[in-house]
């Protein structure tokens, strides 16, 4: 520190680390909830799977997938890239069971799926009525 220059103390950010999962990021590109600056500024710093980045791309060509999931996960891949999300790797088996085993070692999960956030303690949900996202009371 420069003596004398400065006055304000070194500040360090901590950003807790939160995993997104498909249903939530679809959702709120859905509902066009703005979920990457809502996290950013609680001080939450979003990652993405890379099996969730895959799982997107394969609703993007499913049969299965309505046109606005299309639509949807079209812009939610856009958002991410520009958004510069962090791309991490959960290893081997699924998806859910994964999340789940993250989300018991204290990592905060976003997601709509009930399995995963009845298995979990920190959990971001959507809070439709405010067009916002946030950490679930209780958590």
């Known amino acids: 520190m420069l003596a004398g220059k400065i006055n304000i103390p070194y500040l360090f950010l901590f950003y807790m680390q939160v995993i997104l999962d498909s249903s939530f990021i679809i959702s709120c590109v859905r509902d066009r909830i703005d979920?990457?600056?809502q996290l950013t500024e609680q001080g939450f710093s979003p990652v993405v799977p890379?099996?969730?980045f895959q799982e997107m791309k394969d609703l993007r060509t499913s049969n299965r997938s309505s046109?606005?999931?299309r639509i949807a996960v079209d812009?939610?891949?856009e958002m991410l890239e520009k958004g510069n999300v962090k791309k991490i790797s959960l290893g081997t088996g699924r998806v859910d069971e994964?999340?789940?085993?993250?989300?018991q070692q204290g990592i905060f999960i976003a997601t709509l799926d009930n399995g995963i956030k009845?298995?979990?303690t920190k959990k971001i949900v959507i809070f439709k009525a405010q067009?916002?996202?946030g950490v679930e009371s209780g958590a």
């Open 67 to 69: 046109r606005e999931d």
């Open 98 to 103: 994964s999340l789940i085993k993250k989300g």
């Open 35 to 37: 979920f990457l600056t």
């Open 50 to 52: 890379k099996e969730v």
């Open 131 to 133: 067009n916002r996202v």
């Open 118 to 120: 009845k298995k979990i």
């Open 75 to 77: 812009v939610a891949l």
